[in-house]
């Protein structure tokens, strides 16, 4: 889900343990599915593709009774972080709930002016490398056959960045179309419109002759549909036998044209 392209700001890294299945991806915003642990505790780390202001945090959960939530910056060059709290140990399920299986869908929205579900402001307006989540149970009995995990993780749902690849998607697709139907067409757009003096003007026999072409195509491919012919695969030779057919008017004029010029 790396390369994911409505998940245009982190990647996963590390996980400790998921369920078949279930993978820690699934939790990524665009994806479907859940992140799903089997123990009482499971952790997650993402790493930023570049360093980011963290402005809220949407998780949507899995049937995970208590969760939290550290950013960190690099230390030195290694992969090593110095983790501090961005959300502290939040409940999203009761004691009663888990043991029910019941409220495992609840969603939070955490950002830094609300105060059910507030993000520690030691983090606001700095740049982050890296986030570590954490599931657990955390002494509550989990209830049988109820497994946890996480459905959404959605850092900085409001920014423009989530948005502008569904433009660039359609925009590719229209593109994508555009160029198929011109290479069925296969025709030529002139680049500007031709000023007066540059248009060819057809006198009455070229364009009768056109238009007796352009009918004998269409009968071609109406004989096509009904038969299974392939009139692609007629050789030279029978093209210009058919052309003959539907062009008298033209091959008669030229005929009297020829005998005119050899009478003068």
Same mark, same amino acid.
């Given at each position: 889900k790396e390369t994911n392209p409505l998940n245009p700001?982190?990647? +996963?890294?590390? $996980?400790?343990? #998921?369920d078949p299945g279930f993978e820690a991806e699934n939790v990524l915003p665009g994806?479907?599915?859940?992140?799903?642990?089997?123990?009482?505790?499971?952790?997650?780390?993402?790493?930023?593709?570049?360093?980011?202001? +963290?402005?809220? $945090?949407?998780? #949507?959960?899995?049937?995970?009774?208590i969760i939290d939530i550290k950013v960190a910056t690099k230390v030195g060059m290694k992969d090593k972080y110095n983790w501090k709290p961005l959300i502290r140990q939040t409940i999203f399920m009761k004691g009663s709930q888990v043991t029910a299986g019941t409220n495992r869908d609840g969603e939070k929205i955490f950002e830094y002016n609300k105060k059910d579900a507030l993000l520690d402001s030691l983090c606001k307006d700095k740049e982050w490398d890296a986030a570590l989540i954490t599931c657990s149970h955390m002494g509550f009995k989990p209830g049988s056959g109820f497994p946890m995990g996480l459905t959404t993780l959605h850092f900085n749902h409001n920014d423009p960045i989530w948005e502008q690849p569904y433009a660039d998607e359609e925009e590719e697709q229209k593109q994508e179309i555009e160029e198929e139907e011109d290479q069925k067409m296969d025709v030529d757009i002139p680049s500007s419109i031709p000023e007066d003096d540059d248009v060819i003007e057809l006198d009455e026999n070229e364009i009768q002759r056109l238009k007796a072409v352009h009918n004998a195509?269409?009968?071609?491919?109406?004989?096509e549909q009904k038969d299974g012919s392939d009139t692609d695969a007629m050789s030279e030779e029978e093209i210009q036998h058919r052309l003959a057919s539907v062009l008298p008017t033209s091959n008669n004029n030229n005929n009297n044209n020829n005998n005119n010029n050899n009478s003068n």
């Open positions: 700001m982190y990647k +996963i890294t590390k $996980v400790s343990e #998921q994806a479907s599915g859940t992140w799903q642990i089997s123990n009482k505790k499971a952790t997650l780390e993402i790493e930023f593709l570049k360093p980011t202001v +963290i402005n809220s $945090v949407r998780i #949507q959960n899995g049937g995970t009774p195509v269409e009968l071609w491919e109406l004989e």
